[in-house]
């Protein structure tokens, strides 16, 4: 299995079937071979979806490899709490996140709440404290890091 050769060939692939491919590795566990393959989209990644790209990955991969070598398919996502890139959050607009600042912002260094606004310099988060609703700017620079959180 040459996975230079299969990388660069799923980097084509992937995103025919409506997903990014965030990283791809092989390694041994309990004398088998895993190729995991972790990807992303904006829009939810649910179990169905990661069973269908599974199994079209898995034909491709049959057809594109053609060593005897055996190996696990191994197919996931980031996660539903993923990381966020600063540079995209537009596509993001309307979901629930946690942000962690560098500097605080009237004492508080971590904020969680919807994501109602990105401007080319900064975010807007409505997030609520008790039953007050409060709206906070947060400017982009000042974001030490940013994801998809679950609201209860």
């Known amino acids: 299995m040459d996975l230079v050769k299969i990388k660069n060939l799923l980097e084509e692939k992937i995103p025919t079937l409506g997903f990014e491919l965030v990283s791809i590795n092989r390694k041994v566990e309990k004398g088998e071979v895993l190729l995991s393959i972790v990807v992303d989209r904006v829009e939810p990644i649910d179990m ?20 005897e070598d055996k190996y696990m ?9 993923k990381p966020l890139k600063v540079d995209n959050l537009k596509a993001y607009e309307g979901r629930y996140v946690n942000v962690h600042v560098n500097n605080a912002i009237n004492g508080n260094n971590i904020f ?3 994501l109602t606004e990105v401007k080319e310099d900064s975010i807007t988060l409505t997030y609520r404290i008790k039953t007050r609703v409060k709206t906070v700017v947060i400017l982009l620079s000042n974001i ?7 609201k209860f």
């Open 48 to 67: 169905d979806a990661i069973v269908k790209l599974s199994q079209d990955l898995s034909t491709y991969l049959d057809e594109i490899d053609d060593s």
């Open 144 to 150: 030490y890091k940013i994801r998809l959180a679950i």
């Open 112 to 114: 969680e709440g919807e």
């Open 73 to 81: 398919l191994d197919v996931s996502s980031l996660g539903a709490e």
